[in-house]
């Protein structure tokens, strides 16, 4: 759980948490939930909204903040067919490809704020056939989780 300013207290926003603010000093009394229990440089998901608002005591926010319950989100990528067996611990290797108007783009060279290049991963559930790749590759997208 953390806050997130009031405009972005809605299920499905997602956030990069750069790191903590280096002025908050670890005394503040919200400290462990606003800083202290999310990780630097990982992305979250706001996956429920809590009645819980108020004004940060040290002005770093200007609007009020709301407790959110926050999740890592679902990690969608393109594997290579002859790689994909559920529930198998891979590392991660992304397709890298200049075709921008294909709409899988995105799961074949993913952010890497979402999964780094050689991360381990545990396939969970083979989403889709890539029926159409324009460079010919037999191509997958599965749901992943980092290990």
């Known amino acids: 759980m953390t806050f997130v300013s009031e405009e972005n207290a809605k299920p499905g926003f997602a956030f990069y948490f750069h790191e903590i603010h280096p002025e908050c000093p670890k005394s503040c009394q919200l400290f462990t939930t606003c800083q202290g229990n999310v990780t630097s440089h990982k992305v979250y998901e706001v996956v429920e909204v809590l009645k819980r608002k108020l004004e940060c005591p040290k002005k770093f926010h200007e609007q009020p903040m709301v407790l959110v319950r926050l ?30 108007e294909c709409k899988f783009i995105d ?41």
């Open 71 to 100: 999740r890592e989100p679902d990690v969608k990528v393109s594997m290579h067919n002859r790689d994909i067996y559920e529930g198998s611990i891979v590392k991660f290797s992304p397709i890298h490809c200049d075709h921008e």
């Open 107 to 147: 799961q074949c060279d993913p952010n890497s704020l979402l999964i780094q290049t050689t991360q381990k991963v545990k396939i969970l559930q083979v989403i889709e056939k890539i029926k159409q790749c324009p460079r010919d590759l037999a191509l997958s997208v599965v749901k992943i989780e980092k290990k």
